[in-house]
T-cell receptor, first 111, second 112 residues
Framework: GQSLEQPSEVTAVEGAIVQINCTYQ??????LSWYQQHDGGAPTFLSY????GLEETGRFSSFLSRSDSYGYLLLQELQMKDSASYFC????????????FGKGTRLSVIA | DADVTQTPRNRITKTGKRIMLECSQT?????MYWYRQDPGLGLRLIYY???????NKGEISDGYSVSRQAQAKFSLSLESAIPNQTALYFC???????????FGEGSRLTVL
């Protein structure tokens, strides 16, 4: 089986930087994804890491360390609209398996 | 128009009723999924299908069934709804080899 751990809640100040961590335990590993979900909305894809290192997309970056079974999502220059839930998700094995999601981190951005 | 469309968006029903949630997609993806979301529990996989002839159980398939009528259509059924199936249900699609899912807007189901 697999399990993913991420903090349930994070609060940060507008304009600051916040890091949301995700640790996973899987019987195999293919890649780590991140999703954003605003209240009342559907999850939307942010990033995907299959290899170690940092991937940057605008204000958002995602990092993966396969040896540590660990990844994080980094949000810079926080804006109020970044207040949302963020989910990490893993794909096990060869990739021919569905994503398994963490329970999500609720990010609140305050003025 | 949305690429992944779910109907109905909201449904209130009574215990014991049969309910079908429908999902259709115009993305041309072979892979389709049904997830359930409950507060604090994230997204949990109910069923998934990698092509029209392929149906697989997910983590929480008990009490649910699915039908893949065509590449573009994947329906979720609750044969006899119970209150603890009250949740937000999401359909999603993907292509092979990526970590990206494309979600529908969700179907909120309330079972009284």
């Amino acid at each position: 089986g697999q399990s993913l751990e991420q903090p349930s809640e994070v609060t940060a100040v507008e304009g600051a930087i916040v890091q949301i961590n995700c640790t996973y335990q899987t019987s195999g590993f293919y890649g780590l994804s991140w999703y954003q979900q605003h209240d009342g909305g559907a999850p939307t894809f942010l990033s995907y890491n299959a290899l170690d290192g940092l991937e940057e997309t605008g204000r958002f970056s995602s990092f993966l360390s396969r040896s540590d079974s660990y990844g994080y999502l980094l949000l810079q220059e926080l804006q109020m609209k970044d207040s949302a839930s963020y989910f990490c998700a893993v794909r096990e094995g060869s990739g021919n398996t569905p994503l398994v999601f963490g329970k999500g981190t609720r990010l609140s951005v305050i003025a | 128009d949305a690429d992944v469309t779910q109907t109905p968006r909201n449904r209130i029903t009574k215990t014991g009723k049969r309910i079908m949630l429908e999902c259709s997609q115009t993305k041309g993806h072979d892979r389709m999924y049904w997830y359930r979301q409950d507060p604090g529990l994230g997204l949990r996989l109910i069923y998934y299908s990698f092509d029209v002839k392929d149906i697989n159980k997910g983590e929480i398939s008990d009490g649910y069934s699915v039908s893949r009528q065509a590449q573009a259509k994947f329906s979720l059924s609750l044969e006899s709804a119970i209150p603890n199936q009250t949740a937000l249900y999401f359909c999603a699609t993907s292509i092979l080899g990526t970590g990206e899912l494309f979600f529908g807007e969700g179907s909120r189901l309330t079972v009284l």
